[in-house]
């Protein structure tokens, strides 16, 4: 079983609108957890990085929360724009200096003008 | 700083010939290097893991005689994957790893998309 989940699967909002993604982990202990956009035929991109002790980070018009109590995390975009339609991959680390992050599948946003 | 390139961006192929991707840490000496697999509207599925001068580690159900890892500099790591079949087409991303204060960081390449035919 996938130790990190991620909501909705996908989703379409209008140019202009807010929208927030959700990632759900089960990974212990933890250490960090990722967002990360990924264009279609590219590589991630790392949006936001947040330890234990953090429960927001912002990267412009992305803001991330956590709360490590519950393991949840959001991802929210504000005034989306048409490049912003990308999947938003939520990446959990269980150790500092432990290589292997677990992913989740991603969320598939599609901002439409 | 911290970019990682691929080489090639996409590449098609016949069925029974090998393929060399190319991931090369450009601005900074990688301490390890990983190869992953993405299959459509999926995750990324980590392959192996490499260290340079050293043999990949592979993760459980990769074969590594089909997918060859070398990992000649801290700035260089090939994958090849041997005799194609269209069962291989996939989109593979690499990601070169730096230690710095928050731990391990990874920075991954732009993948490369192989299609056999």
């Known amino acids: 079983k996938n130790q990190v989940e991620q909501s909705p699967q996908s989703l379409i909002i209008l140019e202009g609108k807010n929208c927030t993604l959700q990632c759900n982990y089960t990974v212990s202990p933890f250490s960090n957890l990722r967002w990360y956009k990924q264009d279609t035929g590219r590589g991630p991109v790392s949006l936001t990085i947040?330890?234990?002790?953090?429960n927001t980070k912002s990267n412009g018009r992305y803001t991330a929360t956590l709360d490590a109590d519950t393991k949840q995390s959001s991802l929210h975009i504000t005034a989306s724009q048409l490049s912003d339609s990308a999947s938003y991959i939520c990446?959990?680390?269980?150790?500092?200096?432990?290589?292997?992050?677990?992913f989740g599948a991603g969320t598939t946003v599609t901002v439409r003008a | 700083g911290a970019v990682v390139s691929q080489h090639p961006s996409w590449v098609i192929c016949k069925s029974g010939t090998s393929v060399k991707i190319e991931c090369r840490s450009l601005d900074f000496q990688a301490t390890t290097m990983f190869w992953y697999r993405q299959f459509p509207k999926q995750s990324l599925m980590l392959m192996a893991t490499s260290n340079e001068g050293s043999k990949a580690t592979y993760e459980q159900g990769v074969e590594k005689d089909k997918f060859l890892i070398n990992h000649a500099s801290l700035t260089l790591s090939t994958l090849t994957v041997t005799s194609a079949h269209p069962e291989d087409s996939s989109f593979y991303i690499c990601s070169a790893s730096r230690v710095k204060d928050s731990g391990y960081e990874q920075y991954f390449g732009p993948g490369t998309r192989l299609t056999v035919t």
């Open positions: 947040m330890t234990f002790s953090e």
């Open positions: 990446v959990v680390s269980a150790s500092l200096y432990d290589y292997k992050l677990s």
